[in-house]
Structure formats: structure tokens, C-alpha cells
């Protein structure tokens, strides 16, 4: 069986009913029948107390932050100021002040590509990656290296999907500037050893970036410990609002960094002779964030750690083991990967049909499951795909949905064969 977070200590079963009761959405029917919904580690749906806490914000401490003298700006501010005291708690950073707040994972890794790596570049420079990056922790670092003549590495993986560190170390050269890889792949599940890359990294004195955008929600996550330079997610990922990122950077390298965009709130002092900027993180945080939803972002984390990071990781392990068990079962069914450690995902082909067409007859089920290349493009062109189907588990699946999922796609499969009855 795969193992996700080994390590970690057994933890008493969730109580799913009252999980799932805390998703409204849940109840929701798609396409006349009780939506199962397969597709968090694109986005993961919100439990109540997320969605309260937006709303009580705006009703009740809303104003701008930062900025003013009154009562209610003040409220702001200190929730605001509170938000980031809980992120660091979570991910176990030593200083607050090594949490900026961005939009999503993907900006987090731009203003690292940016402010950190992109005036130390110089032609010849490698940027070491692997072959299971999202575009997200791809494409910054091309635009890049394109502008300073330097080139981007990948790292390759094995057949089982598994990240190959004999050949990641191989690649570690004089001219390596950064290593970024991701915790866990987006569409394998892989759960790499980002201890041993950045045990890697420090010996060759190569900072490293670890992409948790799909780790933070199933995996107790200690960057301090860890040791990495630069962390990156997104909380719609991890239960919280859409359109709040975080990026943790140790503070020595923060503090050396430039600003990346300008404007509002990141500045010391400014006039038309020149700009003073503010001490990190601010000077990384230029106008008006989306205040709400970082305000919010506590009640996600809260709902995580009291269910349990253990608890969600044996209940997605089982759920997945059964996923995986019902799939092989099914002639023409082929699952991408078979790696040691898989987190939450489990991407498909099925023979004979287009994965589209998959997502498509899965969603006249209710079941809703994503289709295409998960903006890992290289990944698939590796695996010799144009795309996949993916489905992907959280908190709040059932034993009883991968069921179904699986009676579903067997009726596909077999459809598509030419042998069986309509869906
Ligand atoms: N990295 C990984 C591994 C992802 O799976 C994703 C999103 O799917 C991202 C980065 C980018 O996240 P966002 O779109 O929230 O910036």
C-alpha cells in the first residue's frame, strides 16, 4: 500500500458526517444525482466555518489595513497582523516576518524567480527542476533564465514515477543557482523526499525552493526544520478562500531581496527623487491584498488541525488505496505512476477513449473529475500523453463514493469497449 507521511502517528478516524455536514456544497446535486467530488487538488471546497468567518469580516471588521488611525481600520489590521502569526505557527517558520502573502502559489514562486533569482543570473546559469513540475514552478523560472541567457535543468523521474535522486544530485553543477521541486506531484501524487533535496541543496550551496501546493493539506508541514530557503501554497487548496497565497522565506535571504512590484504599503518613504522600502515582508506585499480572505485563512487551518493532519492522511490513504485496488480491477484502465508515497491523486488513461470524453460521461454521474494535462505539460509529453484523467480525494470523500467512481468508470470502460450497456 502507499504510505503518505510516514512517520506520523496513528490518529482516530474523522468523523465524516459531521466533516461533511461542516460542506454545504456537498448536499448540492449535479446533473440530478448527489455530487462527488473529485477534483480538490484543483480546488478544495470550504467548510462552513470559511465561509462564515468571510462573511462575519465583512459585516463586522472590514476596512482598509494598514492605513488607518480609526477603531475599525486598527480591527483590520490586528486580524490581519493575526492571520500571518497563524500561518507561521502552521508552517512552523521561526519569524513572522518570513510569511508574505500573495495571491496564489503561482505568484509566490514568480516574486522568488523575480526578486531573488533574477538579478544574481547570468548566462550559463542553470535553474534545476524535475520532471513533474506544475507550469507554476516551470514557467517563472524560464522567463528568467530567457532574459539572462541562463537555461532550466529537469531532474528526471524513474518509470514507477518517482523522482530519481541519483540523477537530481548528477544534475547539481557550479552553475546551478536554484533547485525547485515540488513536495507532492500534481498528477502522480508522488510524495518527494524534499528532506534529502534539500539536504542536497545545502551541501552544493544551492538555494531551494519546495513547491506544497498540493503538500500543506495532507502533510504536517515544519519549513524551519525542513531547512529549505523558500515554501509556497495556495489556500483555496488547503479549505481556505481563493485569491490568497503564501510564500515563507527563511529571513536572511528576504532581507537581501529587492521589492518585486511597487505601490501602496510597501514603501518606507517616497518622492520623485527617490523610494525608501519598507522592512520584509511588507516590501513584498505592494497595494491592497485581498484582506478578507487572509483574514479567513485561520478557520481553514483551524478546521485542519483539529480534524487532524493524521487523521486526514490515514482516511485520504485508505481512500485512495481503495481508488487504486477498483481501477486496476478495471481491463483498460491504466494509472500514471506507481510510485512508494502518493498523496490524494490519482491520474488515469483509459484505453480507446479521450480523457475528455471520460471527465464528461463521469460528470452525467455527478462525479466531478479533471481532464487534461494539470498544467504539466512536460510531465505528460514524458509519460508519451497528451493528457489524463485525474481524480482526487480529500477530507470529506467517502468509501461509498470511490465506490461509485469506480462502478462508473467500469460502466465507461466497458462501454467503451464495445461491450457494455449505456452509463
Ligand atoms: N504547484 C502545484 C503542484 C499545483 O498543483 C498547483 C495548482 O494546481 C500550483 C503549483 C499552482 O497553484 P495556484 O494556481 O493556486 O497558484
Redesign the pocket.
Known sequence: MNEIGAGLRPAAVPDLESIRAQFPILGRPMQGKPLIYLDS??SAQKPRRVVEELRRFYYEDYANIHRGIYELSQRASERHDRSRRRVQAFLGARDWREIVFT???????NLVAYSFLRPMLEPGDEILLTEM??H??IVPWQLVAAERGAKVVAAPITPEGELDLAQLRARITSRTRMIAV?W???VLGTVNPVEEVVDLARRAGVPVLI?A??AVQHLPVRAAELGCDFL?F?A??LYGPSGV?VLYGRAERLERMPPWQGGGDMIERVSFEGTTFNDIPFRFEAGTPDIAGICALPEALDFVEEVGLQAIHDHERQLLAAAEEGLRRIPGVHILGRPRRRASVLAFTVDGAHPQDIGMMLDLEGIAIRTGH??AMPLHARLGLAASARMSVAVYNTREEIETFCAALERIAALVRGSGTEP
Open positions: 487538488a484543483a495571491r496564489n502559489a503561482t505568484e509566490a514562486i513540475e506544475h507554476a514552478n515540488s507532492v506531484s500534481n513547491d501546493a498540493q509556497v495556495s483555496h487548496k497565497g494539470h498544467c
